[in-house]
């Protein structure tokens, strides 16, 4: 017997020697740096270079007749002010041949007030150039070109998208749609431990299912969108970054609404490229602020990881692929319930929040919820993978941020990244109110089949200090962008292919169809119609209208108009009933 108790230890013993010495094996090849990407590729040609502000990433909000603002950091403009002119083209092209051309009104150096210290041009000292906008300039996207005249030389820099001139609405109310985890990725990327569907990906890489999602936008038109994070997928082969993000910015300028952009975590994966750079090339700085009416804005970056945890890498000969780090991340707090201990971006985000504690709503934007579920910041915590093998967070800064939403009155905080909804709320400190956790759903098609989620997005309806409207029927859901989307249940990816709202023109007028189960206000119907047209409107309202550039017998017309709830399919093979608004012009 006791023979037989020798023989058994023996065995068991080199069992687990032997598992001992596979776990190192595939720690060191999984925690090492090998297989990682190239790093030193081509980048975009950059788009920010001169003028930093405004960009089509960080857009300005400006009012007619207002004074307008921007930001230039050249070199070449560095002795006694020169002449400054600004041109504003509207992005529309049934305006071309409209465009307005402002003297500079004031032009003085100093800090750049948009890039805080800690972002590729913060800290540096710029040219502040103001513009008195006209009264009667048309509300519209424009893009900016500004021209500077030194010393006998010309210099001319230009930004797309970059103005947005917006009409006051009473009562300080706007609307604006926020958008996460759009992912633009190349076809044929699927693999075994990321599986993707390749379903709104034409074969040449463009995203159809982004144009889809943007022209929905579109006919919605609120006042802005915000973007959440992760706008490529740049982990399953070397060089695609690149490839994904020339993608997402074409698709950009099909947006007829202005853009503010936070980063996500893939768009800073060093794929051949540095993403972070890419974006701050491109796109504007990791973490900014903004105010739209009474309330303010502060975009956060929640992936301030060191650039070797960001490198993707191929590892086992190509069955897995990814970064050692993909969760949140703030850096940096001596203690993180303690404010007046932060520095870096966290110091930055207090004192922006303390500045702006009389808004009358303070939202904060990332990607990363540091809140999901119930406080316990699932998104900054490490994955773990066949039961022993831990990746992608164990980051700091997820308290930090929850403190100083409870501390200076956060009232939302919008985020994505776990491609599903949610909403929790946290206290505020003197118990006076309570941060919303909005955690929203994924843009595109994911894995494809059988999901507890949809692609979606929240409208936002801001109306002084009341907020309302960022939920779908249920109080928790995204409004959805296919018919067919199952709000509690599996949602069949594959087969969503109705669009859950859109338009259509004709020579009288629009006509809109719906299939979601509550009204939609739709302010995106503006077209081309005689000018003896237009005094009469059944079915909406014309808000706006402006004399089509070099042709006085037309005009273009913005009208509006309340699409009724349609019947909503109970799943992606069965079809609802949709509604059909329609507007005619007489």
Same mark, same amino acid.
């Given at each position: 017997?006791?023979?037989?108790?020798?023989?058994?230890?023996?065995?068991?013993?080199?069992?687990?020697?032997?598992?001992?010495?596979?776990?190192?094996?595939?720690?060191?090849?999984?925690?090492?740096?090998?297989?990682?990407?190239?790093?030193?590729?081509?980048?975009?040609?950059?788009?920010?270079?001169?003028?930093?502000?405004?960009?089509?990433?960080?857009?300005?909000?400006?009012?007619?007749?207002?004074?307008?603002? +921007?930001?230039?950091?050249?070199?070449?403009?560095?002795?006694?002010?020169?002449?400054?002119?600004?041109?504003?083209?509207?992005?529309?092209?049934?305006?071309?041949?409209?465009?307005? %051309?402002?003297?500079?009104?004031?032009?003085?150096?100093?800090? %750049?007030?948009?890039?805080?210290?800690?972002?590729?041009?913060?800290?540096?000292?710029?040219?502040?150039?103001?513009?008195?906008?006209? @009264?009667?300039?048309?509300?519209?996207?424009?893009?900016?070109?500004?021209?500077? /005249?030194?010393?006998?030389?010309?210099?001319?820099? %230009?930004?797309?998208?970059?103005?947005?001139?917006?009409?006051?609405?009473?009562?300080?109310?706007?609307?604006?749609?926020?958008?996460?985890?759009?992912?633009?990725?190349?076809?044929?990327?699927?693999?075994?431990?990321?599986?993707?569907?390749?379903?709104?990906? @034409?074969?040449?890489?463009?995203?159809?299912?982004?144009?889809?999602?943007?022209?929905?936008?579109?006919?919605?038109?609120?006042?802005?969108?915000?973007?959440?994070?992760?706008?490529?997928?740049?982990?399953?082969?070397?060089?695609?970054?690149?490839?994904?993000?020339?993608?997402?910015?074409?698709?950009?300028?099909?947006?007829?609404?202005?853009?503010?952009?936070?980063?996500?975590?893939?768009?800073?994966?060093?794929?051949?490229?540095?993403?972070?750079?890419?974006?701050?090339?491109?796109?504007?700085?990791?973490?900014?602020?903004?105010?739209?009416?009474?309330?303010?804005?502060?975009?956060?970056?929640?992936?301030?990881?060191?650039?070797?945890?960001?490198?993707?890498?191929?590892?086992?000969?190509?069955?897995?692929?990814?970064?050692?780090?993909?969760?949140?991340?703030?850096?940096?707090?001596?203690?993180?319930?303690?404010?007046?201990?932060?520095?870096?971006?966290?110091?930055?985000?207090?004192?922006?929040?303390?500045?702006?504690? /009389?808004?009358?709503?303070?939202?904060?934007?990332?990607?990363?919820?540091?809140?999901?579920?119930?406080?316990? @910041?699932? +998104?900054?915590?490490?994955?773990?993978?066949?039961?022993?093998?831990?990746?992608?967070?164990?980051?700091?800064?997820?308290?930090?941020?929850?403190?100083?939403?409870?501390?200076?009155?956060?009232?939302?905080?919008?985020?994505?990244?776990?491609?599903?909804?949610?909403?929790?709320?946290?206290?505020?400190? /003197?118990?006076?109110?309570?941060?919303?956790?909005?955690?929203?759903?994924?843009?595109?098609?994911?894995?494809?089949?059988?999901?507890? %989620?949809?692609?979606?997005?929240?409208?936002?309806?801001?109306?002084?200090?009341?907020?309302?409207?960022?939920?779908?029927?249920?109080?928790?859901?995204?409004?959805?962008?296919?018919?067919?989307?199952?709000?509690?249940?599996?949602?069949?990816?594959?087969?969503?292919?109705?669009?859950?709202?859109?338009?259509?023109?004709?020579? /009288?007028?629009?006509?809109?169809?719906?299939?979601?189960?509550?009204?939609?206000?739709?302010?995106?119907?503006?077209?081309?119609?005689?000018?003896?047209?237009?005094?009469?409107?059944?079915?909406?309202?014309?808000?706006?209208?402006?004399?089509?550039?070099?042709?006085?017998?037309?005009?273009?017309?913005?009208?509006?108009?309340? @699409?009724?709830?349609?019947?909503?399919?109970?799943?992606?093979?069965?079809?609802?009933?949709?509604?059909?608004?329609?507007?005619?012009?007489?």
């Amino acid at each position: 017997m006791e023979f037989h108790f020798n023989r058994w230890v023996r065995v068991t013993g080199t069992v687990v020697l032997v598992l001992i010495a596979l776990y190192g094996i595939v720690a060191i090849n999984v925690y090492s740096s090998v297989g990682q990407f190239p790093t030193h590729g081509p980048r975009p040609v950059p788009q920010i270079h001169t003028l930093i502000w405004p960009t089509i990433g960080y857009p300005e909000l400006v009012a007619p007749g207002a004074v307008m603002e +921007a930001e230039l950091d050249a070199a070449e403009v560095s002795g006694p002010a020169g002449t400054f002119t600004a041109m504003l083209t509207p992005v529309r092209p049934e305006l071309t041949g409209l465009t307005y %051309s402002l003297p500079v009104s004031g032009a003085v150096r100093g800090r %750049s007030e948009h890039w805080p210290v800690g972002t590729a041009h913060g800290g540096d000292t710029v040219w502040h150039l103001r513009f008195a906008v006209p @009264a009667q300039a048309v509300p519209e996207l424009y893009n900016l070109s500004i021209r500077a /005249d030194v010393g006998g030389r010309d210099f001319t820099y %230009s930004q797309q998208h970059a103005v947005s001139i917006i009409t006051p609405h009473p009562g300080d109310s706007f609307r604006f749609i926020t958008l996460s985890d759009i992912h633009v990725h190349q076809p044929n990327i699927s693999s075994f431990h990321n599986p993707q569907s390749d379903k709104g990906i @034409a074969p040449d890489g463009t995203p159809v299912f982004l144009q889809r999602t943007i022209d929905q936008v579109n006919l919605i038109r609120p006042d802005f969108v915000v973007l959440l994070g992760d706008y490529v997928m740049a982990q399953r082969y070397a060089g695609e970054y690149l490839a994904e993000f020339n993608n997402f910015y074409k698709e950009l300028a099909r947006f007829q609404v202005p853009v503010f952009i936070a980063p996500g975590n893939h768009d800073q994966y060093v794929n051949d490229v540095d993403g972070a750079r890419v974006f701050q090339e491109n796109i504007g700085p990791l973490f900014y602020s903004f105010d739209a009416g009474a309330s303010h804005f502060t975009v956060v970056n929640t992936t301030e990881w060191p650039y070797t945890d960001r490198i993707v890498m191929s590892k086992f000969g190509g069955l897995l692929f990814f970064p050692r780090k993909y969760q949140g991340q703030v850096l940096a707090a001596t203690d993180e319930r303690k404010p007046q201990t932060y520095a870096g971006q966290l110091a930055w985000i207090r004192d922006d929040l303390v500045r702006h504690e /009389d808004a009358a709503n303070r939202f904060m934007v990332m990607h990363h919820d540091p809140f999901r579920p119930a406080g316990k @910041a699932y +998104a900054w915590k490490n994955e773990r993978f066949g039961g022993v093998i831990t990746l992608g967070g164990s980051g700091v800064g997820s308290t930090a941020l929850k403190t100083l939403a409870a501390r200076y009155r956060v009232n939302y905080c919008m985020t994505g990244h776990m491609h599903s909804d949610y909403v929790g709320y946290q206290r505020w400190t /003197d118990r006076q109110g309570a941060t919303g956790f909005i955690n929203q759903t994924m843009a595109f098609f994911d894995h494809g089949g059988e999901k507890d %989620s949809y692609p979606g997005y929240r409208l936002w309806n801001v109306q002084g200090k009341n907020v309302s409207g960022f939920t779908y029927l249920d109080g928790v859901h995204s409004v959805p962008l296919y018919d067919g989307s199952v709000l509690d249940g599996e949602t069949d990816l594959n087969k969503l292919d109705r669009l859950a709202l859109s338009g259509s023109a004709g020579a /009288d007028g629009f006509s809109v169809s719906s299939y979601l189960g509550v009204p939609m206000d739709v302010e995106g119907l503006i077209g081309v119609f005689p000018v003896q047209q237009g005094k009469n409107v059944s079915g909406g309202r014309v808000y706006f209208s402006v004399p089509l550039p070099g042709d006085a017998s037309r005009q273009l017309l913005y009208m509006r108009t309340s @699409a009724s709830p349609g019947q909503p399919g109970p799943d992606a093979a069965t079809a609802g009933q949709p509604s059909v608004t329609s507007v005619f012009v007489h």
